[in-house]
């Protein structure tokens, strides 16, 4: 691969969709996609459901075709079979082979890539040891949790170790401990230099994981960027947490802003107004437990551009005859 | 075979294995050990031909069965559970995965059809004590409904490339039924004095796969010697007419969208 070419281009990408009974009428899925992710980049896909991001991914596995538009990984086009020797896959609420086993079923993959019995053989205890599953290779795949299908999903996606890892939604219907787990195997793909391009609606493990994000709606591209740039980091407010000592009563100033959790209470004042709420504070005793300064997050920019998109919609719902 | 539609194949016939697809064979054997002590009381002559005909017959239908509802479900469970998604994301191209496909429900109706020739095999030993030279027919005979099932796998096959299991099991069941009688349909057809009528008849007998010349159960139940030239023809035939329905699914399949 030449030197600087991005790992994945996305030039024009658009689908549709013939919908009704004789199939006359179009639906877009995805209009005029175009971005480019760089090597060693963990790139997140964001968007809420039905926002484009699986139409994209099945685009770029040639699951489905593209009414316009083309797209590369790493040089070789998506039409290229050679190009899935250099990627990994791994589709949304994955089903696999049940009547397999887990060892099984990653021997079956890794045949696709020529490897030896041998290699093969090698391989599947490494990747179902780097997974956490080291002790569930001979159990047929009926009997695994949603999380442990996660975990095999990810080994069959890694198993020949691409530079290239598609990952959709891998967090989705995980309990927290495996969306730690999901998350420290993507942090360790991404510390070996591999491209993880993965899409998902939980905006915390963005935040938490990638170097950019994209954010997708109505299968129109709304930004790229890192997290940071995406939203603005002005400071828009300060949170303290404090506890009142014994007989005390609140600052009258900030009764009717506070909120009471357990023992502490929490308020959130304009960042000009932090030293005088602090002053109150200090003068009826209260032990300040944390001072934070809230910053809109990537959820807030979310949400605001889902609530901009329904008005658009519901705009253009209005003006329609 | 390559790796590719190799691995496919193995791991398909490993899924009907798992599955208990070849559970059918405990029903052959109760019809076979039934009907031998059933017809131990006949005349020795006549026990070999029910023997014959009753296990070519089993052995040919329960084929089919499988070849018809194993077949129109290969493409379509894959999509529906959508373990093809994994699968095509690999360096697997859709043509080799159909072959695979096509190759591993060969493999399983040939595992299962040799097994039922040796339970065949079994009750007309039990009936008869001993073996005639002529038997060598019941061996050509079970290879012919094995062409058979190739054939009736690739339709069943090319049909679920593009319609759901039910139509393509009538598809599948209407151009077996239709190909069986599509040398009744010519010789139909020549009997009317009109032209056009004769050319279209002539036309379906060409497309329609001819099931008519593949039955040699009537006469490997007769002790009739079948000529190598039909084994040779039939033979061609079958993989010609495979190929082509191969050829055609993989077309249909490579533009499909997989939603």
């Known amino acids: 691969m030449a030197m600087n070419t991005p790992a994945i281009e996305i030039e024009g990408l658009t689908k549709d969709y013939a919908v009704g009974f004789w199939r006359k009428h179009m639906r877009r899925s995805l209009d005029n996609l175009t971005l480019q992710v760089q090597e060693g980049e963990a790139f997140g896909f ?38 899935h020797r250099e990627i990994g896959y791994l589709p949304e609420q994955p089903y696999f082979y049940d009547y397999l086993t887990a060892r099984e079923l990653l021997d079956y993959y890794a045949r696709f890539f020529g490897y030896p019995a041998a290699e093969r053989r090698e391989r599947v205890t490494r990747f179902l040891e780097r997974v956490g599953l080291g002790d569930s290779g001979n159990v047929q795949l009926r009997k695994f949790s949603k999380g442990m299908l996660q975990r095999v999903g990810i080994a069959q996606a890694i198993i020949h170790d691409p530079q290239v890892i598609f990952l959709d939604e891998p967090m989705s219907g995980l309990d927290p401990v495996g969306r730690r787990e999901v998350r420290e195997i993507i942090l360790d ?16 493990d963005a935040e938490m994981l990638c170097d950019r994000v994209a954010v997708l709606l109505g299968g129109k591209l709304q930004g790229v960027g890192a997290p940071g740039e995406i939203v603005s980091m002005e400071v828009y407010g300060m949170e303290i947490f404090f506890e009142m000592r014994d007989g005390r009563l609140l600052p009258s100033a900030l009764v009717g802003h506070s909120t009471k959790i357990g023992e502490r209470f929490r308020v959130e ?38 609530a901009r998109g329904k008005a658009a919609e519901h705009r253009a719902g209005g003006d329609s005859p | 075979m390559s790796t590719i539609p190799g691995g496919v194949a193995i791991n398909t ?3 009907a294995v798992r599955d208990r697809v070849l559970y059918n064979l405990i029903f052959f054997a109760l019809m076979m050990i039934g009907a031998s002590i059933l017809v131990g009381e006949i005349s020795i002559g006549i026990s070999r031909l029910v023997i014959i ?22 493409v379509h469970k894959e999509i529906e559970k959508r ?12 043509w080799e995965f159909l072959v695979g496909k096509f190759g591993g429900l060969l493999l399983t109706l040939t595992v299962n ?5 040796v339970g065949l095999g079994a009750a007309l030993y039990y009936v008869s004590r001993s073996f005639l030279r002529t038997d ?69 007998y060409y497309v329609l796969p001819n099931f008519h010349n593949f039955n040699a159960i009537a006469a490997a139940a007769h002790g009739e010697s079948i000529p190598v030239s039909l084994i040779w023809q039939n033979t061609a035939y079958a993989a010609l007419y495979v190929a082509l329905a191969l050829v055609a699914a993989s077309a249909v399949f490579s533009g499909r969208n997989l939603k």
């Open chain 1, 269 to 306: 004042v304009p960042e000009a107004q932090l030293y005088s709420a602090l002053e109150q504070l200090r003068s009826c005793e209260a032990r300040i437990l944390s001072v934070t300064a809230l910053r809109p997050t990537l959820e807030d920019y979310f949400l605001k551009l889902v």
């Open chain 1, 189 to 204: 793909l991404k510390r070996q230099g591999r491209t993880v391009f993965f899409s998902t609606h939980i905006l915390s």
């Open chain 2, 53 to 74: 005909n009753l296990g070519l017959s089993a052995i040919s239908i329960f084929g089919l069965v499988m070849a018809i509802f194993i077949g129109v479900g290969l």
């Open chain 1, 46 to 83: 964001l968007g809420p459901n039905g926002a484009g991001k699986t139409t994209t991914l099945k685009l770029l596995m040639s699951l489905i075709f593209p009414t316009a538009g083309t797209a590369r990984v790493r040089g070789r086009s998506i039409d290229d079979v050679r190009m």
């Open chain 2, 113 to 117: 059809t040799a097994l039922m020739t």
């Open chain 2, 83 to 94: 373990t093809l998604y994994t699968l095509l994301s690999k360096p697997v191209k859709r």
């Open chain 2, 136 to 204: 060598i027919s019941i061996l050509v005979a079970v290879y012919f409904i094995l062409l058979e099932l190739g054939l009736v796998t690739a339709l069943a096959l090319f049909f679920s490339c593009f319609s759901s299991p039910m139509l393509s099991t009538l598809f599948t069941l209407g151009l077996y039924v239709a190909g069986i009688f599509s040398t009744d349909i010519r010789d139909i057809g020549m009997l009317t004095r009109n032209p056009a009528m004769q050319a279209a008849a002539r036309a379906i």
């Open chain 2, 13 to 15: 016939f490993r899924e």
